[in-house]
Structures are given as C-alpha cells and as structure tokens.
C-alpha cells in the first residue's frame, strides 16, 4: 500500500510548482545573498539550494517513482532544518532581481514558509508570537493600542476627517516615535489637512505574510479588513505612510488578502513630498550646515515596489546636504537584515547583516546614513552601535526633511 507524500503542495501557485523545475543552477542567487553572506557562507542559506531541496522534496512525494511505486518518506529531521534555513532569508528580494530566468523567489520563500506553518514546522523562535500579539493586541509590540497616541502633542492638528490619511504603522507609533512626530509635523507645517486611524488603526501585518502565518485564525484579513474600513470612514481618498512595511502590505498584501482593490490610493510620504518640491510648495527654512548624507534603499519600498527616486529626490533638494550614494544602491542594495522575520527570529543574522550594510555606508565617509523605513533605521542603528561608529547618524529621510523646515522635534 503505497504511503501518504511527507509534503503537499499547499500554498503553491502552479506557476510556483514549476519554478521549482525553472532553477538552472547559476548560482548568481548565491553570490549576492545578503544572509548568506553574513553567515560566513552557510549552504543551507543559499537561495539556489533551497529551491534544489525542496523540489527534492516534490520529486520525492509526487515524481514519477512516487507514482509507481509510492512516496519516498522524508525524515523529520530534513525538513526541520529546511524549515530553519528557508527562514533564515530576509525575504529582501536580492536573489529575484538577479535570477537569470526571473523566478519570483520572494514569493516563493513566503508560500514555502505557509506550507511548512501549516505542516507544524513553521515559523521560526519568537515568530510565533505574531499571531498572539496581533490577534489580541493589534500590534507586534504587546503595547496597549491606545498608545498609539502618545506620541501626539498639542500642537499637532489632526482632522475627523480628511481626505489624505496618515497610517503611522507599529513601528513608528509604538518604538519610533519621532519619525511619526516629524511626518505630522511636517503634514501640518505644509498645511496638508490629515487624519488618522489612532487607537482603532491595526497593524498591517506585514510580519505575518512575511512569515507564512497569515492564515492562521484569519487574523491578516481581519485586520486588513478593519484597516480598510477605517480608512474608508474617515472619508480619505490617499493614504501616506512613511514606513515601507506598512506600504508593502498595504499596496501589495492587503488586496490579495481582501480579494479586491483599495478603494484609495497608497503613497508613501517621500513620494508625496517629492510631489510638492516638484511643485515648488515646499520652502527650505534650516539648511544643513554642509553635511554629507548617503541613503539605503528600504526593500519593501525600492525592490518590492520600485520607489528608488523619491527619496533622493527629497535628499537633493534639502539645501546643506550632499548627496553620495554607496556602491550597492537601488535594484542591487544590501538588505538591512530586518525584514522576514529574521530581526524577531534570529537577531543575531540581522545584526551581521546590519554591521555589512553600515560598513557599505562608512566606506562613503558620509555624516549621516538615511533611510525611509523605520525598521531599517532601528536595525542599522544596531549595527552601527555594534561597529562602535558613533559618529555617524542613522536618521530617517522624513525626519530630515522636517529639521531643514525648521520643526522642533525635541518634544
């Protein structure tokens, strides 16, 4: 009697179920991996090897021998440490942009980490804790969703309802708080009327894509569908976010989730402001006093999405700051070794990979490293502290721009 297959096929597209075949074995995944790389050249890491594993797996369970003669079992032991090396990847996209036959491997990675959560392998360590922090909390920081509001001081005017929307993001409200103080600050400075979602905004759920879990207990729909409402009620027709996660899943995931389009349009706040200096709305008051910055690409923002020059555009046009980019920019950009999971996962891999990416900007002798991603700027903030270069500020893009309008932001 022939056995029941150790994998299925669960979560994969049928586009998806021949990449797997696609994979001519280049390697050129392989020698631009950012995790790899950080992790002193682990095999188990390598993009490439992981599609070559788990089509191994798929030729085991459903291949032709499969069919004469039965599955081949799969020991525990093997896909338990696939489990650990498929999570090991920043799901940063490094090794899509360069594969030579165009294998969406981002992707590939999220559907093969869904099929492993439903398996009972996945995720991976403090992961877990997504779905319990944002099921019952709204947010991954176990923080009261209340005080989503802390942050706002008396000065700063935000309407009932407006068509333009702030969605402010976890990170931001909750950890980061002066990147959420700056881009309302900044909204308000311009005179853009703007509202929010406040303590009923939930968090975009980025990490539960990101780590195969947005299935379990329908939470990601959930609270994509709360978001979404939201948003609609306050009558908002563009929704501006100066986090990169948060407008990844927003522009990306929340529509897959919901099976239909946003009924709003999403930017994100270097787009919106670049829109205004192309406009002339915008009227320098603080210049920097002459100050060499060079900017990191977010992935969610540049390679997930294609936002590249946005940023840059905002950075050249603040008077005082000169503009001098790293080796790695744009499609080609190292990863800041947060993103899927790995920071919750496996800090010490984000670190590593953090340290290289700071070490990219240093090689610029820049006096300030800007991003446009809050979760980037905390992570290479780590790794320039773990690098003891303290004389080199990690500051966001939007928070620049509200220091050359003259915002104070000490509050």
């Known amino acids: 009697m022939k056995g029941e297959p150790s994998i299925n096929t669960n979560n994969f597209t049928a586009v998806q179920l021949m990449e797997l075949d696609a994979c001519v074995r280049c390697g050129e995944c392989v020698n631009w991996c950012p995790t790899y790389d950080a992790a002193n050249k682990d095999p188990g890491l390598a993009p490439r090897d992981k599609i070559l594993r788990w089509k191994k797996f798929m030729d085991k369970s459903y291949g032709l021998r499969a069919r004469l003669f039965g599955p081949k079992a799969i020991p525990e032991e093997e896909i338990e440490q696939f489990k650990d090396d498929v999570y090991g990847c920043t799901t940063c996209a490094m090794c899509a942009t360069v594969c030579e036959v165009g294998i969406n491997t981002v992707e590939l990675w999220e559907s093969m980490r869904a099929n492993l959560v439903k398996r009972g392998n996945g995720p991976f360590g403090k992961q877990s804790m997504f779905v319990k922090l944002i099921g ?15 942050w706002i001081t008396e000065d700063i005017k935000i309407a009932d309802k407006a068509e333009i929307l702030y969605f402010g993001g976890c990170t931001a409200e909750l950890r980061e708080a002066k ?32 780590t195969g879990q947005y299935e379990i207990e ?9 978001n979404v409402d939201g948003i609609v009620a306050k009558g908002a027709k563009t929704v501006v976010y100066a986090c990169a996660g948060c407008f990844r899943a927003s522009l990306v995931d929340w529509p897959r989730l919901l099976g239909e389009e946003l009924p ?58 000169n503009l001098k980019e790293m080796d790695r920019i744009k499609e080609n950009q190292r990863c800041c070794g947060a993103g899927g999971g790995v920071k919750a996962g496996i800090p010490d891999l984000a670190l590593k990979v953090a340290e290289t990416r700071v070490q990219d900007a240093l090689a610029k002798n820049p006096d300030i490293l800007s991003s446009a991603c809050p979760f980037c700027r905390r992570n290479l903030s780590d790794g320039r502290d773990s690098l003891g270069a303290d004389e080199l500020v990690v500051e966001d893009v939007i928070v620049l721009t509200a220091e050359a309008l003259g915002i104070d932001l000490e509050d």
């Open 264 to 321: 709003f349009k999403v930017v994100h706040i270097t787009e919106f402001l670049e829109g205004l200096i192309k406009e002339g709305k915008i009227e320098w008051e603080k210049p920097f006093d002459n100050l060499t910055v060079t900017y990191h690409d977010p992935c969610h923002l540049g390679r997930h999405v294609g936002v590249f020059q946005p940023p840059r555009s905002v950075l050249n046009s603040i008077p005082g700051l």
């Open 136 to 150: 019952e909390y709204m947010n991954p920081y176990m923080a009261d969703n209340k005080d989503r509001l802390n």
């Open 179 to 210: 990147l959420a103080l700056a881009t309302a600050r900044v909204l308000n400075k311009l005179g853009i009327e703007f509202t929010m979602l406040g303590e009923d905004e939930c968090c975009c759920c980025s990490a539960l894509v990101r």
């Open 218 to 226: 329908d939470i990601a729909r959930k609270a994509a569908r709360s």
